[in-house]
Nanobody, 126 residues
């Protein structure tokens, strides 16, 4: 049984930082592309950042333009954990953040190609 469990969300003032974590069980994270997505009420789920299962070979990291330079995605395959360091947060970052896994060499662009999802962690920036 695969589980992805996010943590680290919360309320923060604009300009502040948060670090999201995603712990995986039931899968070997190093064999998956991992990603962070977010979805605000009334909006479509959007890809925030992804990290290939083998950074050097399969393309490394990707970031949405809206978060480039502010967010950093990383993974610890030994701990089966994924992280998202979020700095200089603004109100537009307010959303539910989801961790997701895709069994792909190149990280997919669309959410439907990610097969495992966490329950999400809420980030609110005021």
């Amino acid at each position: 049984h695969v589980q992805l469990v996010e943590s680290g969300g919360g309320s923060v003032q604009a300009g502040g930082s948060l670090r999201l974590s995603c712990e995986a069980s039931g899968l070997t994270m190093k064999t998956y592309c991992m990603g962070w997505f977010r979805q605000a009420p009334g909006k479509e789920r959007e890809r925030v950042a992804t990290i290939a299962k083998e950074i050097i070979r399969w393309g490394g990291t990707w970031y949405a333009d809206s978060v480039k330079g502010r967010f950093t995605i990383s993974r610890d395959n030994d701990k089966n954990a994924l992280y998202l360091q979020m700095n200089t947060l603004n109100s537009e970052d307010t959303s539910m953040y989801y961790c997701a896994a895709a069994p792909a060499l190149y990280c997919p662009n669309i959410p439907n190609e990610y097969v495992y999802w966490g329950q999400g962690t809420q980030v609110t920036v005021s």
